[in-house]
């Protein structure tokens, strides 16, 4: 298992691991507020199917764009525009599935979700309940780490694999950044472009094409975060110029490029907030960096 990083960013404590440890295609982190004000944080969408795991007795609300609410444990499809997190002595663990294994994990398709939320007890019934009387049972962020992933794991393995195809085009679609050709991909798997479509929809919740858009829409974001100008990102991620670049920002996230890239979603991201030392350390923001 790797270090544990921590630092107190935009009013959050957050913990992530540093190195090796994680489950394949798994990412997590650990998040508290800082204080006892109560927050508000926009999560704008992501190329991944994220769980969180709620610690504590802290309130918390989960709001998504439509007005649908949850509170506890919850999963997040691919949803379509940002959602907000609110609430006091929020305490939980974010877990990020890449579509590749989420269907295994949660026990259904991403595609069962649909641009919403569902509860982790409807998901996994008492699996869920145990593993939140165990997390809150377990003191320090390295244990709930190696917990969390024991359960994870266990759950990936005995879950239903994609099929090998869906695999390579997801895979490719992350490795080009989102810019390879729906054509190309069906081209490269050997499928029609129906039946990619038809079965990377089902298995993994999201259309080629969207997933497309996704990708690059996660990878513009990195770069404007890292203080990057916008009209040097559009071109790098293949946008037409910086207007297409503002659009696309606008549809996913609800918001500007640059309030996208001072958000503090982009927390535990290892491009926007890059691991200088193991060693816990505070971090304060500058604008551009």
Known sequence: MGPMVHGPIAGWEVVRRAGPGR???I????FRTAGTAPVDVRVVPHPAVSVALALGDGPRVVDTVSGRQRRGDVALGF????????GTGIECIQVRLSPVVARAVLGVSPAELGNDLASLDDLWGRDARRIRHRLNETPSWEERFSLAEELLLARAEGGRALDPEVVRAWDLLVRTRGRARIDALAADVGWSR??????????????????????????????????????AVAA???????????????????VTPSTVADGAWMA????????TSAAPAARTRRPGT
């Open 23 to 25: 489950p394949p295609r």
């Open 27 to 30: 990412r997590m982190a650990g």
């Open 79 to 86: 949803l379509h525009g940002a959602v907000r997190v609110r």
């Open 194 to 231: 129906k039946r990619l479509w038809t079965r990377f929809r089902a298995q993994t919740g999201i259309a080629p094409k969207r997933a497309a858009g996704l990708i690059r829409f996660d990878h513009a974001a990195h770069r404007l975060a890292t203080g990057r100008r916008a009209a």
């Open 236 to 254: 790098e991620a293949g946008y037409a110029d910086q207007s297409h670049l503002h659009r696309d920002v606008v549809a996913f996230s609800g």
């Open 268 to 275: 535990v991201d290892d491009v926007a907030w890059a691991v």
